[in-house]
């Protein structure tokens, strides 16, 4: 199985502090995609990675920006963080053309006071 | 617009087959039915998915309709830890994004 993991389960940040949320998978998958969600509204896509130093924007691209240096790796920054932006964010990785069979990390909560 | 409907919860007995059922009527014909669960507190968790055959793997069973309007997941022997939301999902190519709607919340009773 393609494990997913997440550097942290719970983050707190300041206002205006730059964040960074860490994705790793174990499985060589080319695919990679964070995500937030938020009650009532689902989940929704905030970008995504089909190869190393490529990036495609979701639908909520605003105020975060990632990065992927290495295959196994995709990160999402936040660049000021906000109260607006705490929410659960959830990693998830898929291989080539298999993009919707995506194995997703456990999540972590960001809470911006 | 919503392009599946599932009913928002169902109980299951546990050691019962959980049946869960997707109603996907404006399905295109190259598009999959995918099945995810999110357990609370936990990130979504892949689970089947189908064309027009029947579906079956470790976890779940598939069963899609022949005119593919509709699906059914099943859950052959539910145990407590399927209690969980489980979500219908409609794909084709030309996106990278899984649309996840609300689900429908599966209780497995003692």
């Known amino acids: 199985d393609v494990k997913v993991t997440q550097s942290s389960r719970y983050l707190v940040k300041r206002t205006g502090e730059k964040v960074f949320l860490e994705c790793v998978q174990d499985?060589?998958?080319?695919?990679m995609f964070w995500y937030r969600q938020d009650p009532g509204l689902g989940l929704r896509l905030i970008y995504f990675?089909?190869?190393?130093?490529?990036?495609e924007k979701g639908d909520i691209p605003e105020g975060y920006s990632v990065s992927r240096e290495k295959k196994e790796r995709f990160s999402l920054i936040l660049e000021s963080a906000s109260t607006n932006q705490t929410s659960m964010y959830l990693c998830?990785?898929?291989?080539?053309?298999?993009?919707?069979?995506?194995?997703f990390g456990p999540g972590t909560r960001l809470t911006v006071t | 617009d919503a392009k599946t409907t599932q009913p928002p919860s169902m109980d299951c007995a546990e050691g019962r087959a959980a049946n869960l059922p997707c109603n996907h009527s404006?399905?295109?014909?190259?598009?999959?039915v995918y099945w995810y669960r999110q357990i609370h507190s936990q990130g979504p968790q892949y689970i089947i998915h189908?064309?027009?055959n029947n579906e079956t793997n470790e976890m779940a069973s598939l069963i899609i309709t022949e005119d593919r309007k509709s699906s059914t997941l099943i859950l052959p022997h539910a145990t407590l830890r399927d209690t969980a939301v489980y979500y219908c999902?409609?794909?084709?190519?030309?996106?990278?994004?899984?649309?996840f709607g609300k689900g429908t919340k599966l209780s497995v009773i003692p």
């Open positions: 998830a990785a898929s291989g080539g053309d298999r993009v919707f069979e995506q194995y």
């Open positions: 499985m060589d998958h080319e695919n």
């Open positions: 990675s089909y190869d190393v130093k490529m990036k």
């Open positions: 404006t399905i295109s014909g190259n598009e999959y």
């Open positions: 189908g064309l027009k």
């Open positions: 999902i409609v794909q084709g190519a030309g996106s990278y994004q899984l649309t």
